[in-house]
T-cell receptor, first 109, second 114 residues
Framework: GQNIDQPTEMTATEGAIVQINCTYQ??????LFWYQQHAGEAPTFLSY??LDGLEEKGRFSSFLSRSKGYSYLLLKELQMKDSASYLC??????????WGAGTKLIIKP | GAVVSQHPSWVICKSGTSVKIECRSL??????MFWYRQFPKQSLMLMAT?????????EQGVEKDKFLINHASLTLSTLTVTSAHPEDSSFYIC??????????FGPGTRLTVL
């Protein structure tokens, strides 16, 4: 079956670093996406990995290991506005996104 | 990045009425559009996949006669919630996929059925 696992909730301190992990099992693989979703809003695209390794984009980085079915999103220099849900999604062989349940990130001052 | 619009942003209706939500890709052609529903504090739930010019493919448990989807052109898909009831109150989000298989989300429509 197809399955995406990520933690339900994480808490971090403003200015710190947090890593949100995601493991996936899908029928075929065409890439791993991370989206950010603030409460009451639609998801916004953060990153896309299809090759192994780390992709850095400002304060956010995303890592992929295809052999392990594993990805993480790394957020540095956390700001209060980073409080949101972070959704991991794997694209299967039909180019369909299989969604994780999301990780709610709480940033404390 | 590509832009997807949704209309209306929010709607309040009486139980038993029908509500139509539009999803448009503004600067690209979307051969495939997706309709999601999200209840408070829950993840996105895919309702159906809509391909231009053909019937939508509904996920298990989604009533196709209740949630009518029309994808008449490469830039427009509509979702009609027929005979809406309070339990249909939710956040409905569409997304459109471009030829590079990247998905872009609309801003969502909040439906409240009284």
């Amino acid at each position: 079956g197809q399955n995406i696992d990520q933690p339900t909730e994480m808490t971090a301190t403003e200015g710190a670093i947090v890593q949100i992990n995601c493991t996936y099992q899908t029928s075929g693989f065409n890439g791993l996406f991370w989206y950010q979703q603030h409460a009451g809003e639609a998801p916004t695209f953060l990153s896309y990995n299809v090759l192994d390794g780390l992709e850095e984009k400002g304060r956010f980085s995303s890592f992929l290991s295809r052999s392990k079915g594993y990805s993480y999103l790394l957020l540095k220099e956390l700001q209060m506005k980073d409080s949101a849900s972070y959704l991991c999604a794997s694209m299967d062989s039909n180019y369909q996104l299989i969604w994780g349940a999301g990780t709610k990130l709480i940033i404390k001052p | 990045g590509a832009v997807v619009s949704q209309h209306p942003s929010w709607v309040i209706c009486k139980s038993g009425t029908s509500v139509k939500i539009e999803c448009r890709s503004l600067d690209f052609q979307a051969t495939t559009m997706f309709w999601y529903r999200q209840f408070p504090k829950q993840s996105l739930m895919l309702m159906a996949t809509s391909n231009e010019g053909s019937k939508a493919t509904y996920e298990q448990g989604v009533e196709k006669d209740k949630f009518l989807i029309n994808h008449a052109s490469l830039t427009l898909s509509t979702l009609t919630v027929t005979s809406a009831h309070p339990e249909d109150s939710s956040f409905y989000i569409c997304s459109a996929r471009d030829r590079e298989h990247e998905q872009f989300f609309g801003p969502g429509t909040r439906l409240t059925v009284l």
